[in-house]
């Protein structure tokens, strides 16, 4: 009669730890994928604290291509708005627009060697190829994050316990149609 018990006890302890490391496995793994979305949200930031500067930079040449620089100015609205928000999709949309008020920036920029040669100018687009490359690894490791998060949270046995632990899949970052490639930076 002892020995039952004994076995029902450490049964139970079993099954109390078990319960346990997939609720902490589940739990790290959303903490994980919660910290890389932060990890994209501060390269947006970043990209978007470098756009007034270079709109700066570009209206001292070209103060009558206005309406490309309010469109920048709109696309880092949104971008810092985004960035404050929990949507993957607001995120990339709001990626996709500055990638494309960039593109038209960048263009702009090509008619007037005066503003390519400046040092200033050049700066900037060297900082804003560094962003873009730093935003790009954030994308893949929050991605990775995401992928771990997903496979405990649909298979067995973990996802036993994601209701308990209120877990759920996430959803990858992608970019919008169109967006795989960063804005192109010519010097």
Known sequence: MIW???IIVVLLVLLAV?????????RKADITAQEALGGIDVQLTR??????????TV?????????????????????????Q??????????????????????????NYP??????????LQTELAETEN?????RQFYNDAVSRLNQAVQTIPWMLFSGMA????REFYQAPAGQELPPQVQF
């Open 85 to 110: 928000g929990s949507s993957v999709a607001d995120k990339a949309a709001a990626e996709a627009q500055m990638s494309g008020a960039l593109g038209r920036l960048f263009a702009v920029a090509e």
């Open 166 to 169: 209120n877990v759920r899949a």
């Open 114 to 123: 005066q503003l390519q040669a400046a040092p200033n100018f050049m700066a």
């Open 59 to 83: 209206k001292g040449y070209a103060a009558h291509e206005s309406g490309v620089l309010e469109a920048v100015t709109a696309a880092r609205a949104h971008m810092q708005q985004a960035a």
């Open 134 to 138: 730093k935003l790009s690894f954030a």
């Open 47 to 56: 990209r978007a604290d470098l756009i007034p500067n270079l709109v700066n």
């Open 18 to 26: 078990f319960v346990m490391v997939g609720f902490n496995k589940l």
């Open 4 to 6: 039952a018990l004994i």
